[in-house]
């Protein structure tokens, strides 16, 4: 592993981080668990004693022809992705990157995933186990470093995008995916019902594409896989060749679409693939589609209300990415319905009995 | 260990006069059909795993979505058990029915809803065959990725149920990575939609929770799943091997290629044998093990990915490479292979099932593993697996009518998925816990983590009425179970009959 440990330091706290637990279980305390602390501006803020994480840190295992790697929660995803990259594989489901102190416990906590999502799969789709902290302060592990597991119940997926809520992750077990041979990313001028168009005509073939956006009247596709394949498909595509930091920009927000003006929140609709444009009092440039069009950042006034009844009359939801902009005034994250919520709470009770896991973060109530 | 539900091990149940029950349910939900007769429940009495058969109380046939909820609600009421079943064509006892208890049968919601081929996605009822929906489908060029061998047969629900597999995994993932979204029934009869149809939805990830429950959380009633273009070709390369290991070496070497086959699959010569008898796949009788390589995806690509999986086989020592010709072949050659479990069938009155998975640098050392268990209890394993995945399905054979071949046999089973379990693997990679492996989760688990499984449970179903006994052991039981390994795996009670 020295080659490995060049990456990240390597250093497992989990005892230190279970006695924290444990104490906070004794005590009441609620806990705001911190890996780099760059994804503390989604959901809502979390009052409590911070759990550092950031020092339990290090590649405990990686084995390049199993396709697996288990890392400490508190390794910094650029460490993470270098080693990977290194042997010429990455993680599939291209996480966000707000900040170079990002950390792979809150790529999975937050259950967050890049432009390639539609095609490779989301964050939970690549999580094959993980090692948990429970509310009386036990490190259990549960999935497992193999690629295929249906023994008891897949709680180690369900913690990506629980935000913390039920247990603090401690290690996580990925699948990964070799870096495909051929890349090619192109730009095509297009108004956008004949992008939306275009793209369910392509979505419906055998293509080598990695991702898909529309901005401004512009279609943006990256191409990836076999060196064939690739060069076959650009040149059926034609249009201009685009620097793949486009879709990095879009990834982590660094593009200069994500500078809001005043008043306006950011949004996230995640919808229907091949859903047309909703009927909503916004701007055309002040949308992005990603993800095929599945995915649109949205900066606007409009009021949640609003957004959320357009995106449930499609079978979508909406999230805000600035809930504190707004003074706290709106939810982060779409209400449940009646009974979901009350599964959840269960869900939460039974876990977390005395909330000391991320309380709120969520939803107020859990 | 008997495989029956035992309340000293596996919790108290309601006890329930039948005809109670049976007047119970026939007053809420009228119009359904309650089958009671001897007769008539014989039919349900066991799912695939043909070993283990419990007559159930009632079998339930709904056909609306009212009449589950009826049901549902009424047991509750009443704390009667229920046991839901899809096709039945499960190999770990999943829908072992129970005595007290009414088996919930959802194959009469066997319609497809919609295929939307512009969005990619079906909607369709838990009772679809898993090929229907690829049937389905194709005719706008598009499939339904997952494809357990059994996929003529099984139903979708019961593919959620068990988070099945199937050949293609490694590449295209099991059931929940191409399950957009379920509804859901609770066991109070609560209406749940879990996932959406866009990627992603608010809350904890309770879809994928659902997938691979077992029918323990809530009954599946509608499923929308992930539809994918055909790809262009696929193409499949035969290799033979005169050493199970170095097939084994292989299948790491194809991938530290930086290739990921469609599917990657392995037989030894047994297993060959058998195959080459039954479907005359055009094996090759001498080899010790082949492997079957698909590759798959656009044309020019696959062109180039055999030569590659060509020179990395002979490389690592294949003595015969062999491409199928065009499609009869390659369907032939997979025909082998999923119809392996039959064609075992055919060598031998009885054979046993297992579904470990380990590492893959593991397998050498746990196929020794297995042949020494073969050696010693007396019993032919052949091994069949999905290699790329480290997904095994050792088939032990054996005779039931002989005396005491059938506790041997689950004996040899045991102790495999205890090599996997100790490789790193897990006793289950595709066919779920059920009732079959219940004993082998308290090896793969501590108490504490199988604590946290149970207060997921409460957390959906607190009365424990849906399908208990399965998947989860009791403390209780893992107790038990543990307690005879100590005492160097004999078996207490050896009085006691083991069916």
Redesign the interface.
């Known amino acids: 592993m020295t080659e490995l440990a060049m990456h990240a330091a390597d250093r497992d706290i989990a005892d230190t981080l279970c006695e924290q637990v444990r104490s906070a279980y004794d005590a009441r305390t609620p806990l705001r668990i911190v890996g780099g602390d760059t994804r503390a501006f989604y959901g809502r803020p979390v009052e409590g004693q911070a759990l550092q994480m950031a020092e339990h840190s290090g590649i405990v295992s990686y084995?390049?022809?199993?396709?697996?790697v288990t890392v400490r929660a508190g390794t910094r995803l650029s460490a993470l992705q270098a080693a990977l990259a290194e042997k010429?594989q990455m993680l599939g489901f291209e996480p966000p990157m707000f900040g170079e102190a990002s950390t792979i416990g809150g790529a999975v906590a937050t259950?967050l995933s890049g432009p390639r999502?539609?095609w490779a799969?989301?964050a939970?789709?690549f999580v094959l186990g993980t090692r948990i902290i429970?509310q009386e302060g036990?490190l259990?592990?549960?999935g497992?470093?193999?690629?295929?597991?249906?023994?008891?119940?897949?709680?180690s997926?369900?913690m990506?995008?629980?935000q913390g809520t039920?247990g603090v992750l401690t290690d996580i077990s990925f699948k990964v995916?070799?870096?495909p041979?051929a890349t090619h990313s192109l730009r095509l001028s297009l108004n956008l019902n004949d992008a939306l168009k275009k793209l369910?005509e392509l979505?419906?073939?055998?293509?080598?594409i990695t991702a898909a956006a529309w901005h401004n009247g512009e279609l943006f596709l990256r191409l990836e896989?076999?060196?064939?394949?690739v060069q076959?498909t650009q040149e059926r595509l034609g249009g201009e060749s685009l620097d793949p930091s486009f879709w990095t920009s879009l990834r982590d927000h660094s593009h200069p679409f994500f500078q809001l003006n005043d008043g306006q929140a950011l949004w996230r609709l995640?919808?229907?693939?091949?859903t047309a444009p909703l009927n909503l009092d916004i701007a055309e440039t002040d949308i992005f589609y990603d993800?095929a069009g599945?995915?649109r950042w949205v900066k606007t006034a409009l009021d949640a209300d609003t957004l959320r009844a357009a995106c449930k009359a499609v079978?979508?939801?909406a999230?805000c990415y600035t809930p504190h902009a707004q003074g706290g005034a709106v939810e982060p994250?779409?209400?449940?319905?009646a009974?979901?919520?009350?599964?959840?709470r269960?869900?939460k009770?039974?876990?977390d009995a005395h909330g000391i896991f991320n309380p709120g973060r969520?939803?107020a109530a859990f | 260990m008997n495989i029956l539900f035992d309340e000293r091990l596996d919790g108290e149940l309601v006890q329930r006069d039948k005809s109670e029950v049976l007047n119970d349910l026939q007053q809420a939900v009228p119009d359904m059909t309650l089958l009671h007769r001897e007769e008539d429940l014989r039919p349900f009495e066991c799912d695939g795993l043909a070993a283990y058969r419990v007559l159930p109380m009632l079998v339930a046939l709904p056909e609306t979505l009212e009449q589950v909820k009826g049901l549902l609600k009424r047991c509750y009421a009443l704390g009667v058990p229920v046991v839901t079943r899809g096709a039945g064509t499960g190999l770990s006892g999943g829908a072992l029915p129970l005595e007290q208890g009414v088996l919930l049968v959802m194959s009469r919601f066997s319609k497809i809803l919609s295929v939307d081929p512009d969005a990619r996605m079906a909607r369709v009822q838990p009772g679809v065959r898993n090929l229907a929906i690829s049937e389905a489908a194709a005719p706008y060029g598009l499939y339904y990725a997952p494809d357990p061998s059994s996929q003529i047969a099984c139903s979708i629900g019961g593919n959620v149920a068990e988070n099945a597999g199937g050949v293609h995994c490694l590449k295209y993932g099991l059931t929940v990575h191409n399950v957009m979204r379920v509804d859901v029934l609770t066991i109070e009869g609560e209406h749940m939609t879990l996932g959406a149809e866009s990627f992603d939805a608010p809350g904890f990830d309770l879809l994928a929770l659902m997938n691979g429950s077992e029918g323990m959380l809530g009954v599946v009633t509608e499923i929308t799943v992930k539809l994918l273009p055909k790809p262009e070709t696929a193409k499949v390369l035969m290799a033979s091997f005169d050493d199970v290991e170095k097939a084994g070496r292989a299948v790491g070497d194809i991938i530290a290629a930086g290739i990921i086959p469609g599917g990657l699959e392995m037989m030894d010569k047994l297993a060959i044998k058998a195959a080459e008898d039954f479907v005359k796949a055009g094996y090759p009788l001498d080899a010790e093990a082949i492997l079957l390589c698909e590759l798959d995806g656009v044309e020019a690509d696959v062109d180039d990915d055999c030569d590659t999986v060509r020179r990395v086989l002979e490389k690592a020592g294949a003595t015969n490479i062999q491409q199928a010709r065009d499609e009869a072949e390659r369907a032939k050659f997979w025909a082998g292979r999923k119809n392996a479990f039959p064609a075992v069938g055919r060598m031998s009155p009885d054979y046993y099932c297992m579904d470990g998975t380990i590492p893959r640098r593991e397998l050498p050392r746990v196929l020794k593993g297995i042949a020494a268990l073969s050696e010693e209890s007396g019993l032919a394993v052949a091994n069949v697996f999905h290699a790329g995945d480290g997904n095994m399905h050792p088939l032990i054979l054996f005779d039931a009518n002989k005396e005491g071949q059938l506790a041997l046999a689950e004996e040899v089973g045991g102790k495999i998925l205890e090599l996997c379990v100790a490789a790193g693997g897990s006793i289950t990679g595709e066919h779920g816990v059920g009732r079959e492996k219940i004993n082998q989760m308290c090896s793969q688990f501590q108490p504490d983590e199988i604590s946290v499984f149970h207060a997921l449970k409460a957390a959906f179903d607190p009365k424990r009425l849906l399908n208990p006994g399965k998947n989860i052991p009791t403390l209780a039981r893992c107790a038990e179970f543990g307690a005879m390994h100590v005492h160097n795996n004999e078996l207490p009670h050896p009085d006691l009959p083991r069916f």
């Open positions: 084995d390049p022809v199993e396709l697996i010429h259950g999502r539609p799969g989301a939970r789709d429970t036990k259990l592990r549960f497992g470093e193999v690629m295929k597991n249906v023994a008891g119940y897949d709680l997926r369900m990506a995008g629980a039920l995916l070799p870096i041979n369910a979505g419906r073939q055998p293509l080598p896989g076999g060196k064939s394949s076959a995640s919808l229907p693939p091949n993800w599945s995915q079978g979508g939801h999230t994250f779409t209400p449940l319905n009974v979901v919520e009350k599964y959840h269960n869900l009770a039974e876990l969520l939803y």
